[in-house]
């Protein structure tokens, strides 16, 4: 079972980032996957979230960001456009599994993390 991120990276205040997550050894449509983020000095906090069929996300990234997946890649997305200076942070995907009856909001509800993608924005 493993999460890999890429795609993190420099980008200006305005541009925009897509970050993935490659899933391998999940049983398929058996989990949850959360988007967290974790600037220095801060707690990680989670910015989205799919699962059964829907996602959500956290209202600092309400309409900038947007979660997907591809089921033939085992791999999920996070789009982000309109990227500001307070996006910086190492961009973690985690996986909940089996698939939660509710969106895991929270750090220890996921069972499985990947290594981190460090997304800076510049002013």
């Known amino acids: 079972l493993q999460l890999v991120e890429s795609g993190g990276g420099l980008v200006q205040s305005g541009g925009s980032l897509r970050v993935s997550c490659e899933a391998s050894g999940f049983t398929k449509d058996d989990y949850a996957i959360g988007w967290f983020r974790q600037a220095p000095g801060k707690a990680r906090e989670r910015v989205a979230c799919?699962?059964?069929?829907?996602?959500t996300y956290a209202d600092s990234v309400k309409d900038r960001f947007t979660i997907s997946r591809d089921n033939a890649k085992n791999t999920v997305y996070l789009q982000m456009n309109s990227l500001k200076p307070e996006d910086t942070a190492v961009y973690y995907c985690?996986?909940?599994?089996?698939?939660?009856?509710?969106?895991?909001?929270?750090?220890?509800?996921?069972?499985?993390w990947g290594q981190g993608t460090q997304v800076t924005v510049s002013s």
């Open positions: 799919w699962g059964q069929g829907s996602s």
């Open positions: 985690a996986v909940d599994t089996p698939m939660p009856r509710f969106f895991p909001t929270s750090v220890k509800e996921y069972d499985y």
